[in-house]
């Protein structure tokens, strides 16, 4: 489409100024741009393309006039905003998870499930980030073979839980080689020099994590089958800005690693890093920045006799397609 | 075993520097202690228990009247003089890789096969690091319903590569807070802010690398059972010496998570540490410098419906139960 008048809501955050890069570099088209934040940063100027912006204050009135909406605020916010927007004829792509299991919007990955994107109703939602870099992964080989069951760890950066929580690591970083006591106020426990379970609340009766029944129930509405059953262990690592994923799937039928490699080099937004001969396969620093997928350590299950247990590990930039990226190309389609 | 006079080979590297620690918290019984290391640290002084050592050259002729031998050097060191050492009539009990898989050569965790050690003929092996960890956290519930399958994913620290690792982790974080290119001698990539796929050679018929394969070997041996079927993705993270360990098991029969958390913490080097409410489990900074294993995150397998497959995260401290420690409890049992 062609926004005639953009806004982005969360402007001052990680993934909102990503999204102004995003825009930037894929030209989105648009006449008008608004920079909407919470009270707290509005006021602040932000240059882009050229111009200088002022970030204005999030107000129920912000949306008249605006075709499209990219959200990038928190799950509250969005549920107190989004819905105003649409009552103004905006169509909101929201990052939040406020709506992403609602029946009534599509939760969409452009080159997976774009014609959901036409069903949408005012919002549409941008997925998880661990469950966009997962899928990117593994749809291709759900699509050559059909998946059964998924096995996943993450390794997961700071950059999930924000723009003060890429700081904190850093603030950390330093306290520690300093001998000082690190700071936790973005994350509850040091993430610099260490590893923790990924920091959202526990669901007592399975004892999963929010951030890993995301991955299983987004992925099913992405994909549109229940039938892959999923079990995912979400940890938080040092890294600042990609998420790594260590990948086992059982596959419905037989199949062959060259055609699994075929398969994710020629599907848009994936490559393959997969350099047995020099151990080079994807980094969270190599892959930051960067708007693609990256697959690598493609191989059958040590106890594999049919072919039919496959494994990999892939590193995506959880601000690029894991959020900015995928929703500026949920924009993109409509 | 009482040794009347006790040697370290590679006394101030990483690990042999906390084998002293644990000798010494474990008042472990000995005469005279010999501290052996290559010619270029030969002449080092060390200061143990009240007294100074001077680290003597490693040569053949060094094991004359040692009763015991640990040994935490390279392979070939391991390979060039452990031999020598028996024919002096010493007992290794060695930390490299070397004779791990020798069929002559027991491969221990005392918590979980003592009764092998009694068959040694000179060389006792010490396993690698992730497959203790790995082993303590499973074995307890292997005893109690027999594991059919093991997928499991790796976060190890840097401590696993040694003493210039670590110092090499410290040093890339710096750089990289300075804005700076990190070095990277011990490790082929940056570890600092970064993971990857553990820097051991690849097996170019199956794509596993050796870490990998060492943790399926000797788990088998140490188990005495090749019928769990193990496939593990081995990932460095930037952490100092604690390995974490995301693992999945498919049990031989109905289990039950009371049954299963009163035999971890009941089992001797284990600790439970699985606060669902807190969102607090094992995590590598709480663990370094920890005799014991951490287990928390125990739940059925999210698609799981007859309590057949199990998830759990563990924490060990890489060079205390992963080396140094695990050494001294095998000398413990002779």
Same mark, same amino acid.
């Given at each position: 489409?062609?926004?005639?008048?953009?806004?982005? @809501?969360?402007?001052?955050?990680? @993934?909102?100024?990503?999204?102004?890069?995003?825009?930037?570099?894929?030209?989105?088209?648009?006449?008008?741009?608004?920079?909407? *934040?919470?009270?707290? =940063? !509005?006021?602040?100027?932000?240059?882009?393309?050229?111009?200088?912006?002022?970030?204005?204050?999030?107000?129920?009135?912000?949306?008249?006039?605006?075709?499209?909406?990219?959200? =990038?605020?928190?799950?509250?916010?969005?549920?107190?905003?989004?819905?105003?927007?649409?009552? =103004?004829?905006?169509?909101?792509?929201?990052?939040? /998870?406020?709506?992403?299991?609602?029946?009534?919007?599509?939760? @969409?990955?452009?080159?997976?499930?774009?014609?959901?994107?036409?069903?949408?109703?005012?919002?549409?939602?941008?997925?998880?980030?661990?469950?966009?870099?997962? &899928?990117?992964?593994?749809? #291709?080989?759900?699509?050559?073979?059909?998946?059964?069951?998924?096995?996943? /760890?993450?390794?997961? *950066? !700071?950059?999930?839980?924000?723009?003060?929580?890429?700081?904190?690591?850093?603030?950390?970083?330093?306290?520690? &080689?300093?001998?000082?006591?690190?700071?936790?106020?973005?994350?509850?426990?040091?993430?610099?020099?260490?590893?923790?379970?990924?920091? /959202?609340?526990?669901? #007592?009766?399975?004892?999963?994590?929010?951030?890993?029944?995301?991955?299983?129930?987004?992925?099913?509405?992405?994909?549109?089958?229940?039938?892959?059953?999923?079990?995912?262990?979400?940890?938080?690592?040092?890294?600042?800005?990609?998420?790594?994923?260590?990948?086992?799937?059982?596959?419905?039928?037989?199949?062959?690693?060259?055609?699994?490699?075929?398969?994710?080099?020629?599907? #848009?937004?994936?490559?393959?890093?997969?350099?047995?001969?020099?151990?080079?396969?994807?980094?969270?620093?190599?892959? /930051?920045?960067?708007?693609?997928?990256?697959?690598?350590?493609?191989?059958?299950?040590?106890?594999?006799?049919?072919?039919?247990?496959?494994?990999?590990?892939?590193?995506?930039?959880?601000?690029?397609?894991?959020? !900015?990226?995928?929703?500026?190309?949920?924009?993109?389609?409509?």
């Amino acid at each position: 489409m062609k926004a005639k008048k953009l806004a982005i @809501v969360g402007a001052t955050g990680a @993934v909102g100024q990503e999204m102004l890069k995003v825009l930037e570099k894929r030209n989105f088209p648009y006449d008008e741009l608004v920079l909407l *934040a919470s009270a707290r =940063s !509005a006021g602040k100027k932000i240059n882009f393309r050229g111009q200088e912006y002022t970030v204005q204050e999030l107000k129920e009135d912000s949306f008249k006039g605006i075709d499209l909406a990219l959200f =990038s605020a928190g799950g509250s916010i969005t549920k107190k905003f989004a819905p105003v927007a649409v009552e =103004s004829g905006t169509i909101v792509v929201d990052n939040s /998870s406020a709506y992403r299991m609602d029946p009534e919007v599509p939760l @969409v990955v452009p080159e997976i499930n774009p014609q959901d994107a036409k069903k949408h109703k005012g919002i549409l939602a941008n997925p998880n980030c661990s469950t966009i870099i997962m &899928l990117m992964a593994v749809y #291709p080989i759900h699509k050559l073979y059909g998946i059964k069951r998924i096995v996943v /760890s993450t390794y997961q *950066a !700071a950059s999930g839980a924000g723009a003060a929580a890429m700081q904190e690591l850093e603030d950390q970083a330093k306290a520690m &080689l300093a001998g000082d006591q690190p700071p936790t106020e973005a994350f509850p426990f040091p993430l610099a020099f260490n590893v923790f379970s990924h920091n /959202s609340s526990l669901y #007592p009766d399975n004892g999963f994590n929010q951030e890993e029944v995301k991955m299983v129930k987004e992925s099913h509405k992405i994909l549109g089958t229940e039938s892959i059953r999923i079990s995912p262990t979400c940890i938080r690592v040092g890294t600042f800005r990609a998420h790594a994923e260590s990948i086992h799937m059982e596959l419905d039928r037989e199949g062959d690693l060259d055609e699994v490699r075929k398969a994710l080099s020629g599907f #848009p937004g994936v490559q393959l890093k997969d350099d047995t001969e020099k151990n080079h396969f994807p980094m969270p620093l190599e892959v /930051s920045g960067q708007d693609d997928v990256f697959v690598g350590r493609i191989r059958w299950d040590l106890g594999d006799e049919g072919h039919k247990n496959l494994q990999l590990f892939c590193v995506g930039d959880q601000l690029l397609k894991g959020a !900015a990226l995928n929703a500026v190309q949920i924009a993109e389609i409509l």
